[in-house]
């Protein structure tokens, strides 16, 4: 399957107390190609559960589906691919375990660890300012993205405060496409943020 231009990273805590699959729904119905599953602290069987219903809920919208770290648990509910971070398995340790045709992806913070992904796809950033990527220092910049992008021979997603004001920039260095959290999970009307997102992406993407 080809690499989603447009993800969304789960993350229910960003919802501000409302539903994360509502707004997930939401995204989905307004022309959303992807999400990710991403929260780490939920136990084995409550996300095992989560990943379920959100592979059915991407599935039925033509959605891709992707699970973080969890391996088991995206082979388990036959997700298209699973986003290994920093201290996860390497991707060419990942590769043997997984269906033929899932996708990998990888974190990376740094130039130098895109040249070197072994994966798929790769994530780069954080690009912005935000509050989920502050632990992994200030914001890299687009300059950084563009060093990232030219040294990378697979496609780079921009992840870290994106909103759809920055996409123009972000494609203008060569950004395959965007990863968001908040730029859906806390607007007041999902479905519109997802909207201009892929409006700022481009027709057809």
């Known amino acids: 399957m080809p690499v989603p231009h447009l993800v969304l990273v ?3 805590h960003a919802t501000q107390g409302r539903d994360l699959e509502g707004l997930i ?15 780490k602290d939920l136990e084995g069987g409550a ?11 991407t599935q039925a919208r033509g959605a891709a589906f992707f699970v973080n770290d969890r391996v088991d648990v995206a082979v388990a509910v036959g997700a298209d691919g699973v986003h290994l971070g920093g201290d996860s398995l390497p991707a060419p340790a990942v590769r043997p375990l997984l269906p033929a045709g899932m996708l990998i992806g ?7 660890e895109t040249a070197e992904a072994a994966a798929d796809f790769a994530f780069f950033g954080p690009v912005y300012d935000t509050p989920s990527k502050r632990r ?3 914001p890299q910049g687009l300059a950084r993205l563009g ?11 921009a992840i870290g405060g994106v909103s759809a004001e ?30 201009a997102l892929l409006a700022a992406l481009g027709e057809g993407l």
């Open 10 to 12: 789960t993350d229910r």
């Open 25 to 39: 729904a939401a995204a989905l119905d307004a022309g959303l190609p992807a999400v990710q599953l991403r929260d």
């Open 47 to 57: 996300l095992f559960a989560l990943a379920e219903r959100l592979r059915a809920a």
């Open 106 to 112: 990888v974190s990376t913070h740094a130039p130098e």
């Open 136 to 138: 992994f220092g200030a």
């Open 147 to 157: 060093d990232a992008i030219r040294t990378a021979t697979i496609p780079v997603l």
């Open 166 to 195: 920055h996409v123009p920039a972000l494609r203008a260095a060569g950004a395959h496409g965007a990863a968001v959290i908040r730029a859906v999970l806390a607007a007041a009307d999902p479905g519109a943020a997802t909207r």
